[in-house]
C-alpha cells in the first residue's frame, strides 16, 4: 500500500469519497429503487474517477517522460496541476451525487 501513502490527503479523501459513492451507486443499481441504468453509468463514472486518481501522478511523470529528453525522476506536478486535477475529480463527485439524486426522483 505504498501507492496509497504516496497520495496527498486530497487525493485519499476523494478516494474515500468515490469508493462510498461507487459503492452505493452499485447497490442501487441492484435494488431495483428508481432507475438502475442511470446508477450504473454513475458507478462506471466514479470506477473511472477512481482510477483517474490513483494514476495521476505516474501518468504525468509518463507524460513528462515521453515529451522530454533528460526529465529525471524527481519531477513533481506543480500545485496549479494538483489544483486542476482536484476541481476536475471534484466535479465528478459532483456529478455522482447528482445522478443518486436523479436516479431516486426519476423514477422509470
Not at 6 to 16: A, P, Y
Request: hydrophobic share 60%.
Amino acid at each position: 500500500m505504498k501507492w496509497f501513502a504516496d497520495l496527498k490527503k486530497g487525493q485519499k479523501i476523494l478516494i474515500l469519497i468515490n469508493a462510498v459513492l461507487a459503492i452505493a451507486l452499485l447497490v442501487l443499481a441492484f435494488s431495483g429503487v428508481g432507475g438502475s441504468d442511470l446508477f450504473a453509468i454513475g458507478f462506471i463514472i466514479g470506477f473511472f474517477n477512481i482510477i483517474s486518481i490513483i494514476f495521476a501522478r505516474g501518468l504525468f511523470k509518463f507524460g513528462i517522460d515521453i515529451n522530454t529528453e533528460n526529465a529525471g525522476d524527481n519531477v513533481e506536478p506543480s500545485e496549479w496541476k494538483y489544483l486542476n486535477w482536484y476541481m476536475n475529480w471534484g466535479w465528478i463527485t459532483l456529478v455522482e451525487v447528482a445522478i443518486i439524486i436523479f436516479g431516486i426522483v426519476i423514477k422509470e
